[in-house]
């Protein structure tokens, strides 16, 4: 297996835009977690779906975040509009029943300027 | 989840056992203690978890005391590669839990770094 695949990398924008970070977990798991990474706040739980559907989202900072699971295999976080604030790197992992351990995708370093 | 907390940093010369240390005085009998790293530029990865015994893999060792209110990861032979932030993480964990259980509150860590 590939492992978590988060798309893009690099992700680069204007202040007002919006932006879609990407995931695909790893296949047969059925948990997938947002995280996201600043230097003065660490790595923050954002929102986690177990079997698709959205259980805790109590870290979704604000309304302009926005994330779904349209199936097993792939989730989207939107940021409608972004501001500079929002720049950080977010992190995507999964996991699935019986498994001990969660299992993190490469990133998405987002600068919104 | 328990809090814990661990060292800012720690130095370690290559070849030797890097030892980290974890307190987590106000662990629940349910609660297991989990241990993940971040290499620079990456994802978090997955070290080694235990509840009360001690615990080894391929990557570490687990030593947890008797009273379960600290725990230390020890790498055997430490290498270049190894520096990193490592994470002890305490939540819990039980057979035919759902994937959602691996939700992870994660401190400030140990930079562990290792040098020549």
């Known amino acids: 297996d590939a492992g978590v695949i988060q798309s893009p990398r690099h992700e680069v924008t204007e202040m007002g835009q919006e932006v879609t970070l990407r995931c695909k977990p790893i296949?047969?798991?059925?948990?997938l977690f947002w995280y996201r990474q600043t230097m003065m706040r660490g790595l923050e739980l954002l929102i986690y779906?177990?079997?698709?559907?959205?259980?805790?989202d109590s870290g979704m900072p604000e309304d302009r975040f926005s994330a779904k699971m349209p199936n097993a295999s792939f989730s989207t976080l939107k940021i409608q509009p972004s501001e500079p604030r929002d720049s950080a790197v977010y992190f995507c992992?999964?996991?699935?029943?019986?498994?001990?351990?969660?299992?993190f995708g490469q990133g998405t370093r987002l600068t919104v300027v | 989840d328990a809090k814990t907390t661990q060292p800012p940093s720690m130095d370690c010369a290559e070849g030797r056992a890097a030892n980290l240390p974890c307190n987590h005085s106000t662990i629940s009998g349910n609660e297991y203690v989990y241990w993940y790293r971040q290499i620079h530029s990456q994802g978090p990865q997955y070290i080694i978890h235990?509840?009360?015994n001690n615990e080894t893999n391929e990557m570490a060792s687990l030593i947890i005391t008797e009273d379960r209110k600290s725990s230390t990861l020890i790498l055997p032979h430490a290498t270049l590669r190894d520096t990193a932030v490592y994470y002890c993480i305490v939540r819990v964990a039980r057979r035919g839990l759902t994937g959602g259980g691996n939700k992870l509150t994660f401190g400030t860590g140990t930079q562990l770094k290792v040098e020549l």
């Open positions: 296949s047969g798991h059925n948990s």
């Open positions: 235990g509840l009360k």
């Open positions: 992992a999964s996991s699935g029943t019986g498994i001990t351990e969660a299992f």
């Open positions: 779906f177990n079997n698709n559907v959205p259980i805790d």
